[in-house]
């Protein structure tokens, strides 16, 4: 998702290949029967990959979601077809829609978070003198850079229930009853720590990237701005917003999609607790499948899942193609 | 217009408080680490170590098969990526270069690839490894990794072949080169920084996965590192200081990586819509 929205060079390259070859003659025909099949030779390896090791375990996902498979059928290596039992099943449970509802809400709290907040740090980047953009900078690439399941270790601390220094500092603060507080011992103040740490991760790529976008702005727009008499809201909302607007939106797009699917952060953090309040749709699946040992259903949940995140992927692309006509 | 004293001094204000909010999970995972014992478990939290220790990576490296596990960790991520280059590498000169039927179309197999939802297929994955009898290898995460990291690779990779000018290329041709002569000489080194940037993210992909090892390899000599550091807190239990001297161990390659390859990193990034 590039943010140069008018590239100039929108016209596909002319092939390399058509260059001074004399028609006629054996050779030249076996040459251009050989330039004709190079491309798709070139990309059988990786179409090949992909097909089978991205597109086998779908089907196969598609193939246990029809069936019972739990314990025993598993080790017995039985295959019990049941229709769409399982769909159905999943569909009329109360459970499953609670689950639902719970990933829509939590996606949506987070992705406005991490919107809101990059937008405003990426524009302040745009503001600052040098040193304190470096500063600001490197603490955001720092962030960027620390692997999932080591952010996760390193809030599990930071929110320990003792010695932990959240819980501490809540405590000199004078919220004494937070001293020993036990975080994931409810649902909202484990989805507090989750979205903390989702947002936390998530912020610096998306502020980054927005003022990096806000850089290739022509100053000669915001010259013009300022002439009419325009002060700093209203160039932002004339020169600045219409700029980013759709970097803003491919990105709230994919945001969602990964926040959506954010596993390892909720896994790691809650493990579901507690009482499974803090499961999500892929964390539902992956109990249910894995941990429950209620595989065919687990896969009918991931089915499900992976439904609502190709309706997301398919306008998330549509977007992208929109502005970028030369992408393909 | 001269801004105010107040409007100069909140920007910078703010900026300060949002580097020290940001960085301060990262400090306090070093803080942790390099600090004795009795000044973590403290009344009071000790916020700059007066004297620094290394006992607590003695502990996390010693603990059972971290070395195997670094070198699970490595192997599969190294050759992951590698394999994912090489693959690429011909696919993405196929894209950028040439004029083919149904280019768009591979194109778009690549975007819908890329965004794919892993996460959510372990299970199938689960049952296909089994039944191919794999469980507890490090091949099919290594194939795995590979498909997964593949698409943005080509993505990425195409940008930066389309920048080469092709006149480069094409006079290399003119002066006797062969089409794979001249991919070799002219583009392949115009490109070493655009695969630095690429590998780095297939390698912090591949080096952070984890619902998938953690259910096809459940055998400990089996594992890769971010299940050790998952389960390290079971085993250790309030050992923080050992926790985040496992959690250091982890982090430090990519942080590495990440600082120096940051700045070409960036642009490439944008361009291929990833997180790390």
Known sequence: MSVQTERADAAPETAVHKSGEPPGGLDAKRQRIRDNFLPYVLLLPALAVTLVFLGWPMVKNGDLSLQNINRRQLILRLTEYTGFDNFEEALKSEQFWRVVGRSIVFTGVNVILIMVISTLIGLLLARLGKTMRVTLQLALVLTWAMPIIAATTVYQWLFAQRFGVVNWTLDKLGWHSMADYNWIGSQFSAFFVITLLIVWQSVPFVALSLYAATTTIPGELYEAAALDGAGGWKSFTAVTFPFIKPFLFATTFLEVIWVFKALPQIYAISGGAPDRLTETLPIYAFVEGVGNQHFGMGAAISMLTILVLLTLTSYYLRIVLKQERDEL | MKRSRLGRIWPN????????????????????????????????????????????????????????????????????????????????????????????????????????????????????????????????????????????????????????????????????????????????????????????????????????????????????????????????????????????????????????????????????????
């Open chain 2, 13 to 276: 204000a703010t900026a300060i408080v949002l580097a020290i909010g940001f960085v301060f999970p990262v400090y306090w995972m070093f803080n942790t680490a390099l600090k004795p014992t009795g000044d973590i478990l403290t009344e009071d939290p000790v916020w700059f170590p007066s004297h620094l220790t290394f006992e607590h990576f003695d502990t996390a490296i010693n603990a059972p098969n971290f070395w195997t596990l670094v070198r699970n960790s490595l192997t599969v991520t190294i050759v992951a990526v590698a394999l994912s280059l090489l693959i690429a590498l011909s696919a993405s000169f196929a894209i950028a270069r040439m004029r083919f039927k149904g280019r768009r179309g591979v194109i778009l197999v690549f975007m819908i690839a890329q965004m794919a939802p892993w996460e959510v297929m372990v299970i199938a994955i689960y049952m296909l490894v089994r039944d191919a009898d794999m469980l507890n290898s490090l091949v099919p995460l290594t194939i795995f990794y590979m498909v997964m990291v593949l698409p943005l690779t080509i993505l990425t990779l195409r940008n930066y072949i389309a920048a080469v000018p092709k006149e480069l290329e094409e006079s290399a041709m003119v002066d006797g080169c062969s089409r794979v002569q001249a991919f070799r000489k002219v583009i392949f080194p115009l490109l070493a920084p655009g695969l630095m940037a690429t590998s780095l993210f297939g390698f912090i992909t591949a080096w952070n996965e984890f619902p998938m090892v953690l259910i096809l390899n459940k055998e400990d000599h089996a594992q890769t590192l971010p299940v050790w550091l998952y389960s390290f807190q079971t085993n250790f239990g309030n050992d923080w200081g050992a926790t985040m001297a496992a959690s250091t161990l982890f982090a430090l390659p990519i942080l590495i990586l990440f600082l120096f390859l940051q700045r070409r990193a960036v642009g490439g990034l944008t361009s291929g819509a990833v997180k790390g």
